[in-house]
């Protein structure tokens, strides 16, 4: 692959991962900080890339299975809602 289209992958990766911080901020009140460090949490207890955890939440606008915890251990108390 050419450094053009690894840039263009990239700057489409961290679109979608805005999206998922935003979607976050709003649907749990959260920080865009807290946000963030929720999405990395989710991606390495679940062993997947935080570009599928933003995937994942952009499409389906719910937070994975895993959740809580992570609301847990980013610090913040919205666990209990984050889980559908």
Known sequence: MN????LEVAL???TVIG???GIAMERYQL??????AV???????????????????VGTSILPP?????CEQAGTDVASSADP
Do not use: F, W, Y
């Open 3 to 6: 450094k053009v289209h690894h």
């Open 12 to 14: 489409e990766r961290r």
């Open 19 to 21: 999206q998922a911080t």
């Open 31 to 36: 920080t865009p900080e807290v946000a963030m």
């Open 39 to 57: 999405l990395r949490r989710l991606s390495q207890a679940t062993n997947h890339k935080l570009h599928d955890i933003a995937t994942d939440l």
């Open 66 to 70: 895993g959740a809580a915890e992570a």
